[in-house]
């Protein structure tokens, strides 16, 4: 099945301790992204990926690091997160430029 | 810049019609609409790919107005099952991907 996996889907943690929240999938697709949503802020793109080591900042990039190791895997880490990166982060793929956004599950973040 | 939506909520009868607009200061090159229940993930509605192009998916339809730089999504006879927040999503620049600000829906009984 065509799909986006990303994990944990909950995570609860503290200020300062590193976390990373992995996302995979299984389409090929070249492009990889990363998104938080927020009441009444919509979706937010934090990272985007064009290809295999090719990533660029999005809009709300500070705090956050990505990597592309693998075109299958874009992990997205928070080498010490603070309370106000408390989120429901979405990882998204696309085939091409213009084709459409498959989403992962989301992870929902809580950083106390 | 993200594309501005119009309106940014609407509550409905069920049955009663709505449409949604997406404005976009710079060009448009293709537009892309989801729906997002609450909590959930986006789910890819349609992909409009040219100026003018109009498209259906049961009583979903959008138009694409390539000079405008907006596009439009029309429900018609609205369901219970319409009920969520509508997104539009279009390519920025050349890689980059964004969406439109959201509209919230709500259909009532």
């Known amino acids: 099945e065509a799909q986006v996996t990303q994990n944990p889907r909950y995570l609860i943690t503290v200020t300062g301790k590193k976390l990373t929240v992995t996302c995979s999938q299984n389409m090929n697709h070249e492009y990889m992204s990363w998104y938080r949503q927020d009441p009444g802020l919509g979706l937010r793109q934090i990272y985007y990926s064009m290809n295999v080591e090719v990533t660029d900042k999005g809009d709300v990039p500070e705090g956050y690091k990505v990597s592309r190791k693998e075109k299958r895997n874009f992990p997205l880490i928070l080498e010490s997160p603070s309370p106000n990166q408390t989120s429901l982060y979405f990882c998204?793929?696309?085939?091409?430029?213009?084709?459409?956004?498959?989403f992962g599950q989301g992870t929902r973040l809580t950083v106390v | 810049q993200q594309p501005v939506q119009s309106p940014q909520a609407v509550i409905l009868r069920e049955g009663e019609d709505a449409v949604i607009n997406c404005s976009s200061s710079?060009?448009?090159?293709?537009v892309h609409w989801y729906r997002q229940k609450h909590g959930e993930a986006p789910v890819f509605l349609m992909i409009?790919?040219?100026?003018?192009e109009q498209k259906g998916h049961d009583k979903i339809s959008a138009s694409f107005n390539e000079k405008k730089q907006q596009s439009s999504l029309y429900l018609t006879a609205s369901q219970l099952s319409y009920s969520g927040t509508y997104f539009c999503?279009?390519?920025?620049?050349?890689?980059?991907?964004?969406f439109g600000t959201g509209t919230r829906l709500k259909v009532l009984a």
């Open positions: 999503g279009t390519v920025s620049g050349t890689y980059k991907y964004i």
């Open positions: 409009l790919l040219k100026g003018g």
């Open positions: 710079k060009a448009l090159y293709s």
């Open positions: 998204a793929s696309r085939l091409g430029r213009t084709s459409e956004a498959f």
